[in-house]
């Protein structure tokens, strides 16, 4: 096997978000490009010689092309086997869960997660380490500095390998292995989740559930899961074959891109007791009940609330964590059970040395991502099997179950305003702005309501002793109310400031109010201490969940 060094030069801005380098499409085909990056991610390893690399992604445009040349990238880096999902899929979950199983080297994964797909679309691409999750940041720095100074990439000459057929087959030394993408991720739910039990509620004929895969990478696995192994009727997975362009749809399940979904559990004339959906590499979900959404941070506190229902889970939990910006409510769970709750920044790899380290068995993100030790990265189909496990032994329907929750807890009424599209320089003149308040901010007002302090988050990590600063601005308020105040990483184009908005109410006579009026307060406070329309234009958010 000859190696060929192809000569390149940097290009800029390839540093990695909170999930990898996410760009539009046209831009990773620009020659060079995808290669540059996947170089600098192979010379900041160490010794995978010979060893194994997971491979694979959510099927997007672009997907099976990116596929090919790491293929042969990982030959000429000396890797001595590649696991890849058949047709090139693999849910994230399911590439944390291969990893594992296998105990690989590390996995590479290509996905923009719920952004868009398409020629026009956005592709992504992220390195996870050998304990299944997405790496650190001092690895994710190192890879953006070696991007900025490379001069050449290895590859290898060989023809495209057939991705559609399981089986093994060779580029040079490199043994390529075509797996099922869904065997090894099954068999770890069903160990999860007491299926027999599940099925029997999938069967029973005043039950009636929908799962929207939005034509996205949890089509074969729900598919597989729910029709196939828990028997739930034909029909029960809409939008089940994934598509390069998710068929023109957004792939993020939440009530504006999954409004469909939310519809039909609103009709009373559809049947349906239970809706869930993902997005679009299968780590984020939404749960609904009748007309009734399930906020991800409530459904993190109820899963929580309820693991004494869960095989795996019923001998305890050893903590929960959750990130900074998503609710407070889990916190009140792992106060009356006495096991810490840790807060962390946004984004998976910082829940991953306290899984590894035994300190937490539940973490979730309010982007809709919750997941648990079984793997190491967020995992949607695992929320919604948690759920239908709930359900099959608490026999209530789940918006019952949340008002208890509430009942028990209290409510943390808790929303997103999404403004998406702002020009970079305006997001962070706002929040440079805001930075240089933030002394001034305790004290003040803003019709009634008194900030108690104001900060901009910095996490210690507890098991490594790593800092994380500039993780958010947090306005909190003197009755616990807070405004939480973020730059997205995961978009492709400008900036989305993110607005998280949450108000504790004890009382359970108000815990009907609708969420945004008894969130419209703290809405017109965080307007006017981040003078958002000022600065920006903007006078709404574009989404809100």
Same mark, same amino acid.
């Given at each position: ?17 909170? @999930? ?6 046209? *831009? ?18 160490? =010794? ?36 890849? $999902?058949?047709?090139? +899929?693999?849910?994230? /979950? ?7 199983? &296998?105990?690989?080297?590390? %996995? ?30 001092? #690895? ?30 060779? +580029? ?34 005043? #039950? ?8 996205? *990478? ?15 009727? /034909? ?8 598509? /390069? ?36 590499? %299968? ?64 984004? &998976? ?17 309010? @982007?809709?991502?919750? $997941? ?7 995992? %949607? ?5 948690? &759920? ?17 929750? &509430? ?40 019709? =009634?309501?008194? +900030?108690?302090?104001?900060?901009? #988050? ?14 958010? +601005? ?49 809405? %017109? ?21």
């Amino acid at each position: 096997m000859q190696v060929i060094s192809v000569p390149s030069t940097p290009f800029s801005g390839q540093k990695p978000g909170t @999930s990898g380098l996410r760009k539009k499409v046209t *831009v990773f085909r620009q020659a060079r490009y995808l290669e540059n990056f996947v170089q600098a991610i192979f010379d900041t390893l160490s =010794g995978q010689q010979g060893q194994t690399l997971v491979l694979g992604g959510d099927g997007r445009y672009y997907n099976d092309v990116a596929i090919q040349t790491i293929l042969r990238m990982a030959a000429a880096t000396g890797f001595g086997r590649v696991l890849v $999902g058949r047709n090139g +899929i693999l849910s994230t /979950p399911a590439a944390s869960a291969v990893i594992r199983k &296998w105990q690989a080297f590390g %996995g590479i994964i290509l996905s923009a997660s719920h952004n868009s797909g398409g020629p026009d679309g956005d592709f992504g691409i992220k390195y996870n380490l050998g304990n299944g999750g997405p790496a650190n940041e001092s #690895f994710t720095d190192a890879v953006y500095l070696r991007t900025q100074e490379i001069s050449s990439y290895d590859t290898v000459e060989s023809p495209d390998i057939d991705l559609s057929k399981e089986g093994e087959t060779r +580029i040079g030394d490199m043994v390529v292995s075509i797996i099922d993408p869904v065997a090894d991720y099954a068999e770890l739910l069903e160990s999860l989740f007491d299926f027999d039990r599940i099925a029997r509620l999938l069967a029973r004929p005043d #039950f009636r559930m929908r799962f929207d895969a939005m034509h996205a *990478v949890t089509g074969p696995y729900a598919l597989e899961i729910l029709e196939n192994r828990l028997g739930a009727p /034909p029909g029960t997975v809409v939008n089940g074959i994934p598509l /390069p362009d998710f068929a023109g749809g957004h792939p993020d399940p939440n009530p504006v891109y999954a409004a469909d979904l939310v519809a039909a559990l609103a009709d009373s004339r559809s049947g349906l007791s239970f809706g869930a959906a993902s997005d679009g590499d %299968g780590d984020r979900n939404m749960i609904v009940g009748r007309n009734f959404v399930v906020s991800p941070s409530d459904s993190l506190a109820v899963l929580a609330a309820n693991h004494a229902l869960i095989p795996a889970y019923a001998s305890g939990l050893a903590g929960v964590a959750r990130s900074m910006p998503t609710s407070c409510a889990v916190d009140r769970v792992a106060a009356a059970l006495g096991i810490p709750c840790y807060e962390t920044p946004t984004g &998976w790899k910082y829940f991953g040395s306290l899984l590894d380290a035994g300190r937490c068995t539940l973490c979730g993100e309010e @982007s809709a991502g919750t $997941g648990s030790n079984h793997v190491r990265e967020k995992d %949607g189909l695992w929320a919604v099997l948690y &759920w239908l496990n709930i359900l099959a032994v608490r026999d209530l329907p789940a918006d019952v179950i949340v008002r208890e929750h &509430w009942r028990r807890f209290g409510r943390n009424v808790y929303s997103r305003h999404d403004y998406e599209g702002i020009e970079i320089a305006q997001g962070d003149r706002l929040m440079n702005e805001l930075r240089a308040r933030l002394a001034q901010l305790p004290g003040s007002e803003y019709e =009634g309501l008194r +900030i108690a302090a104001a900060d901009d #988050f910095a996490y210690v990590d507890p098991v490594d002793g790593s800092r994380s600063e500039r993780q958010g +601005i947090r306005i909190l308020l003197d009755d616990g109310s807070r405004a939480v105040f973020r730059l997205s990483g995961t978009g492709t184009e400008g900036a989305t400031l993110r607005v998280y908005l949450e108000r504790f109410i004890a009382d359970p006579g108000e815990h009907e109010i609708p969420t945004q009026e008894a969130l419209a307060p703290l809405v %017109g406070l965080a307007d006017a201490v981040a003078r958002i329309a000022a600065i920006t234009g903007r006078k709404e958010p574009d989404v809100i969940s």
